[in-house]
């Protein structure tokens, strides 16, 4: 299993940028790629991000395409999701997640960290 910590949420105005980090531990080394995903008031958890362990390759959700990016530190085992240009639709719990080597799903989760944008 692997163990995820989020950090870097907060309240900021429209237009502005944060920051958010996750830091694996535990079986970093079954890892196959990390993800962001969010879940707003009232609405189903969606799919942000994601970025393969190894290639580093990049995947997101239409919403977010450039402004977004997502990328990761191997030797740190840390990713990252930075936003900018937020709109008040991007508030959320955001949440870090991993999926492991021969997994079809994210079976590792973080506690979430609250982004909140205000107009």
């Known amino acids: 299993q692997v163990q995820l910590v989020e950090s870097g949420g907060g309240l900021v105005q429209a237009g502005g940028s944060l920051r958010l980090s996750c830091a694996a531990s535990?079986?970093?080394?079954?890892?196959?790629?990390m993800g962001w995903f969010r879940q707003a008031p009232g609405k189903d958890r969606e799919f942000v991000a994601r970025?393969?362990?190894?290639?580093?390759?990049?995947y997101y959700t239409d919403s977010v395409k450039g402004r977004f990016t997502i990328s990761r530190d191997n030797a740190k085992n840390t990713a990252v999701l930075q936003m900018n240009s937020l709109k008040p639709e991007d508030t959320a719990v955001y949440y870090c997640?991993?999926?492991?080597?021969?997994?079809?799903?994210?079976?590792?989760w973080g506690q979430g960290t609250q982004v909140t944008v205000s107009a």
């Open positions: 970025i393969t362990w190894s290639g580093g390759n990049t």
């Open positions: 997640a991993a999926r492991m080597v021969r997994s079809s799903a994210f079976s590792s």
């Open positions: 535990g079986r970093t080394f079954s890892i196959n790629d």
